[in-house]
């Protein structure tokens, strides 16, 4: 029980004030009587009562008492707190671990700030007696202690001596985890909902919420940025575009610009321009002919090298590479006894369409059945080419390093494992019907192609039907380590297979199938999901602190530090094939200013609130209920 008032107790005086009255007060009365007779009765009738008044006169008194108590109990206001409040400490911090906690002032990062504030965090817990919690908001969320108390302290101070330890530098090249960190922190604020939260972090909200906002950034920082570099091919030159920025200063920075491996030779452009960077906006720098920084056109290129020389105080931003100025060579052959546009014209729409990774390099030899036969037919490859096709006249042998396509076959190579009888041949249009699931029918419906004649193949070991005509397998595939072949069993000038959208996109798929592009950019983010294949049966990836083989594909990874990655493989052709991609911290990283409008909060679990209790009302019914007894009491003085 509590006292609003308590200076109202001074209403006990009142007790002396009584006793004083009890003190003074005669205990005799003078009466006057009629006669003996009368004075003798009331001796005797007055013997008797002594002993109830007495007692009586006790009550009273106490009645009296106990009201005076009352009145001061009332002034004073008594009441019952509703709820006795837990007075232990306990904090939650959540540590920034992104790249833009590596920006450095003075040796120090921001990243080695915030440890060093939570240190002073844990000596806080120790001496009130609180627990600590410490979250790290790295690329995941994770718990560096969890709900540690004094006992603890040394092992607190430990593992956060080890977050900013060289060999396990915990602060990371990516994007901090937030949302999860959040997530970690209500799991505390469940048990214990009047936990303070505190974010180091050296990022602004406007409005953080509950959640306190420790801001470890230095007002000296400054950042000057390259956020990306592009090359846009225009009219089948290259358009170098460099998007830098400078944040909490207004610059004009020297641009630099290394174009190695020019127009596939060893020549290198070396070029450089000023940026005007103000009011921490995006500039975008273009390298062309036409803007006078490149002096002749740039129609392929190894790599790309652009940096900033600026000492500014985040330096991870300052290079930038850029791949993919050389696409990757695809060697066709296609040879025919019986030519047609057919082929030539599927190969040449693919070569425009993917052009964006594949340099299609298409040779067409066209023969015919008697120079073949007088032993003066053309001359064929059977090595060098990424994919051959031979229509209507079969080599004895099959080539080895590359896909062969078999269409319209005439006899069976040596080594095919398959078996040729006939060929079939309908009056009507016979329509194909689709045989099993394979990446090549993607978007292919075997029941739009008709056929009149077709091949009758019994025995296909290892090979995978794909489209069939009246049960027989009319179009087979087999991709094995050594062995890529697929057979075309009709003929495309009694079908209409060439004059359907199913020809183009089978022929898509294949490539798409037998020819994966390894990757799909040149440049990633840092924990970007990146998405490898290959034409090999092994990848190798190498890196900054990584060297791994992956022997299934598609396989999907993600990369941890910035920085150049190299792809190797050997396909069945046994040429090498080498191809590089570039890892970049986040752009958002790169603003050392940002300023975001709200901070996710976490969800804070209700309290009961039990409202205090109010005695008074209590203490003014039991003085009615006293003074009624002392009243009562009087009353019966004269029974």
Known sequence: MSWLTPLGFLGLIGLIILIIIYIIKPNYQQKFISSTFVWKLSLKYKKKKVPISQLRNILVFLCQVLAITACACILAQPFIAGEDRDEYNEKVAIIDASASMRTEIDGVTRFERAVSEVRKLVDEAVQNDGAL???????????VVQRAGAEYRGEMLDRLDALVAAESFACTYGSPDVEGAIGLAEEILLDNPETEILFYTGASYINPGKVKVVDVSDVGEWNAAILDVRAVDVENYYRFEVDVACYNRDASIELYLDINGVNIALEQYELSTNAECVNNEKTTVVFDVESGLIENGVYSYDYVHAYINEADNFADDNSFYLYGGVKQPLKVQYYSAVPNNFYSGVLMGLREALRGYWDFDIDEIQDNFEMIEMGQGKEYAMEGY????????MPATLPTDGLVILATPNMVPAGADFTLSNWYASHEQMALAN?????????????N??????????????YTPLMSCNGDPVVLAKNEENEKIVIMGLNLNYSNFALTTEFPVFFYNLINHYFPETIGSYVYEVNDTVDLNARAPLLSVSGPNLNQSIESFPQSMTFTLPGTYTLLQVPISGSDIVENFYVRIPVAESNSEAVFDELQNPYYPPQEEVPDLDLVFYFALALVCLLFMEWWLQSREQF
């Open 133 to 143: 919690t410490v979250i790290l908001a790295g690329t995941e969320a994770s718990y």
């Open 386 to 393: 990424d994919i051959y096709i031979f229509e209507h006249f």
């Open 435 to 447: 045989e099993e699931a394979s990446p090549l029918m993607q978007n292919v419906n075997a029941e």
């Open 449 to 462: 192609i008709t056929v009149t004649r077709w091949a009758n193949i019994p025995v296909y070991d290892g």
